[in-house]
T-cell receptor, first 111, second 113 residues
Framework: AQSVTQLGSHVSVSEGALVLLRCNYS??????LFWYVQYPNQGLQLLLK??????LVKGINGFEAEFKKSETSFHLTKPSAHMSDAAEYFC?????????FGPGTRLSVLP | SQTIHQWPATLVQPVGSPLSLECTVE??????LYWYRQAAGRGLQLLFY??????ISSEVPQNLSASRPQDRQFILSSKKLLLSDSGFYLC????????????FGPGTRLLVL
């Protein structure tokens, strides 16, 4: 069975500050990992995905995530937050067929 | 390129009324299709998924049903809506790009009064 936890249902950062959104997973098989972003009243948009090709994955909008097997983590980062980054972020794990989504983290960016 | 459509975008329905939400995918064939519900302030709950025409799997017991009458069409229905059916309904399709990846539609906001 797979599961995903996202520490912090709500994270606030100042504009220009580092963004760090945490994701930890459990999986009985080598996982595939994803980050999605959801803007208000919109569907989810794929930010990036880990496919075992490289542990550091770069996505859209300047985001990246690093897969750390020893820590079972896949944290999402961005060096400098922009007001437009305010949204909800979902981490997901897959065994290749079945997806499990985390509960989401709402990111607020303060001016 | 592939696109996914959902309609209506917003719907307000009285309790006990029927429901039909539609999702269509363009630019791909034989996709896996999914219906998710997102209640206010909560994460995603998988409701149904389909691997082909007429093949529906349900993840949770509920008064909703799903159908897939055509390869790229996925419909979510109810005969009688409950207040608890309010939420944001998302349709998704998946494609194998080295691994199965899900892509989401714009969603339908349903308010049951």
């Amino acid at each position: 069975a797979q599961s995903v936890t996202q520490l912090g249902s709500h994270v606030s950062v100042s504009e220009g500050a580092l963004v760090l959104l945490r994701c930890n997973y459990s999986s009985s098989v080598p996982p595939y990992l994803f980050w999605y972003v959801q803007y208000p009243n919109q569907g989810l948009q794929l930010l990036l995905k880990y496919t075992s090709a490289a542990t550091l994955v770069k996505g859209i909008n300047g985001f990246e995530a690093e897969f750390k097997k020893s820590e079972t983590s896949f944290h999402l980062t961005k060096p400098s937050a922009h007001m437009s980054d305010a949204a909800e972020y979902f981490c997901a794990v897959s065994d290749g067929q079945n997806f499990v989504f985390g509960p989401g983290t709402r990111l607020s960016v303060l001016p | 390129s592939q696109t996914i459509h959902q309609w209506p975008a917003t719907l307000v329905q009285p309790v006990g009324s029927p429901l039909s939400l539609e999702c269509t995918v363009e630019g791909t064939s034989n996709p896996n299709l999914y219906w998710y519900r997102q209640a206010a302030g909560r994460g995603l709950q998988l409701l149904f998924y389909s691997v082909g025409i007429g093949q529906i799997s349900s993840e949770v017991p509920q008064n909703l049903s799903a159908s897939r009458p055509q390869d790229r069409q996925f419909i979510l229905s109810s005969k009688k809506l409950l207040l608890s059916d309010s939420g944001f309904y998302l349709c998704a399709w998946s494609v194998f790009e080295g691994l199965e990846t899900q892509y989401f539609g714009p969603g339908t906001r349903l308010l049951v009064l």
